[in-house]
C-alpha cells in the first residue's frame, strides 16, 4: 500500500515536468508513457521512504527527454 501511494507521488511528480514537452509536441504520446513507466519503476526501486526530491525527478525525466529527442531526430535522419 506504502509502494502504491509512492507510485502515485512519482507518477504526478514526473508529468509536472513532463507535461510542457508533450503540449508542444516535442514528445509522442507513446514516448510520454515510456519516460513515465521508466522514471517511476526507477524511482521506487531506488527511494528510501517516501521522500521525492524534486531536483533530482527533473533531472531524471529531462535525462529521459534528451535521449528521447536525441533518438526521434537520429530516426528522421536516417530516411
Not at 12 to 37: T, W
Not at 62 to 67: A, E, M, Q
Amino acid at each position: 500500500q506504502q509502494k502504491a501511494a509512492l507510485e502515485i507521488k512519482v507518477v504526478q511528480e514526473v508529468k509536472k515536468y513532463l507535461d510542457p514537452y508533450y503540449r508542444n509536441k516535442s514528445i509522442s504520446k507513446d514516448e510520454y508513457k515510456q519516460i513515465v513507466a521508466k522514471c517511476v519503476k526507477k524511482v521506487v526501486s531506488a527511494e528510501c521512504g517516501d521522500v521525492i526530491e524534486s531536483e533530482k525527478m527533473q533531472t531524471l525525466v529531462l535525462g529521459y527527454i534528451k535521449v528521447y529527442k536525441h533518438r526521434h531526430m537520429k530516426s528522421q535522419m536516417s530516411f
